[in-house]
T-cell receptor, first 115, second 111 residues
Framework: DQQVKQNSPSLSVQEGRISILNCDYT??????FLWYKKYPAEGPTFLIS?????DKNEDGRFTVFLNKSAKHLSLHIVPSQPGDSAVYFC??????????????FGKGTKLSVKP | DGGITQSPKYLFRKEGQNVTLSCEQN?????MYWYRQDPGQGLRLIYY???????QKGDIAEGYSVSREKKESFPLTVTSAQKNPTAFYLC??????????FGSGTRLTVV
């Protein structure tokens, strides 16, 4: 069973508009969430994260929102730029008695930002 | 500059052969990981190691083996028992468990 789900395999957005990437999770024990960006034939790079004690974290054009009751998080990119075109992975972790468990990844959403 | 180096970038293997993918990090990270990426499948954990001389199976360890004799190195061997080895392999490391640093990946193709 998938514990982290990204139900949209792809998303197309016009340059300058907002991109919203969604992620759902099933395990209420997850306490840390991350977004990674990946270009083809490269490794993922860390984008932004959020702890379960927060509901929003912002870094420049990127904002992550966490809704614990709905077990849902989203990544907002404003304004979207062509260089943002990549695959975005949502990931989650849980704490095991003081140690962080392994990252659990979603299947990714391919974002295309059109000029 | 500190980072994770995966080599080679591209690797071709004949069916029935074992092949070893290299992963080296100079970040002084304790934990290292191997993931496999297939189209539409996301990143799936093969093996991980929290400390030298210790490693654990991930979700898809069958047909793979690893070693962790040095803190800096975590090589992955794809054995002939792995029935579908063609994939993009990613190595990662972390000092604390929060937020992984990934290498640039190795594309393995069975010919």
């Amino acid at each position: 069973d998938q514990q982290v789900k990204q139900n949209s395999p792809s998303l197309s957005v016009q340059e300058g508009r907002i991109s919203i990437l969604n992620c759902d999770y099933t395990n209420s024990m997850f306490d840390y969430f991350l977004w990674y960006k990946k270009y083809p034939a490269e490794g993922p790079t860390f984008l932004i994260s959020i702890s379960s004690i927060k509901d929003k974290n912002e870094d420049g054009r990127f904002t992550v929102f966490l809704n614990k009751s709905a077990k849902h998080l989203s990544l907002h990119i404003v304004p979207s730029q062509p260089g943002d075109s990549a695959v975005y992975f949502c990931a989650a972790q849980m704490n095991y008695g003081g140690s962080q468990g392994n990252l659990i990844f979603g299947k990714g959403t391919k974002l295309s930002v059109k000029p | 500059d500190g980072g994770i180096t995966q080599s080679p970038k591209y690797l071709f293997r004949k069916e029935g052969q074992n092949v070893t993918l290299s992963c080296e990090q100079n970040l002084n990270h304790d934990a290292m990981y191997w993931y496999r990426q297939d189209p539409g499948q996301g990143l799936r954990l093969i093996y991980y190691s929290q400390i030298v001389n210790d490693f654990q199976k991930g979700d898809i360890a069958e047909g793979y083996s690893v070693s962790r004799e040095k803190k800096e190195s975590f090589p992955l061997t794809v054995t002939s028992a792995q029935k579908n080895p063609t994939a993009f392999y990613l190595c990662a490391s972390t000092p604390t468990g929060y937020g992984y640093t990934f290498g640039s990946g190795t594309r393995l193709t069975v010919v």
